[in-house]
């Protein structure tokens, strides 16, 4: 079993920057894939990045490509999403996901989801 706490969400004006943090239990963080995903009310639960068990291959959504990276320590269990140039569509929850194995891109593929965190950004 895996447990994923987020953090960093929070209000931001347009053009700021926040980075998401995303710490889990277990022995094995650095066998699972991760990713971030978001959803606003009403939505599907979209990707945003993700990155695989060793970090040599990373996805973006286009709409966050150039502005967001994903980035993971392994020897602190954490995986991290540095978003910058923030825009008002970003406003949403961020969730952060594991899976054993190669990083997929749809939310079925995710066994393991923190709570989420609510990133606001006004304009």
């Known amino acids: 079993q895996v447990q994923l706490v987020e953090s960093g969400g929070g209000l931001v004006q347009a053009g700021g920057s926040l980075r998401l943090s995303c710490t889990a239990s277990g022995r094995t963080f650095s066998s699972y894939a991760m990713a971030w995903f978001r959803q606003t009310p009403g939505k599907e639960r979209d990707i945003v990045a993700a990155i695989s068990w060793g970090g040599a291959s990373t996805y973006y959504a286009d709409s966050v490509k150039g502005r967001f990276t994903i980035s993971r320590d392994n020897a602190k269990n954490t995986a991290y999403l540095q978003m910058n140039s923030l825009r008002p569509e970003d406003t949403a929850v961020y969730y952060c996901?594991?899976?054993?194995?190669?990083?997929?891109?749809?939310?079925?593929?995710?066994?393991?989801w923190g709570q989420g965190t609510q990133v606001t950004v006004f304009s």
């Open positions: 996901a594991a899976r054993g194995g190669f990083a997929y891109t749809t939310k079925s593929e995710y066994n393991y």
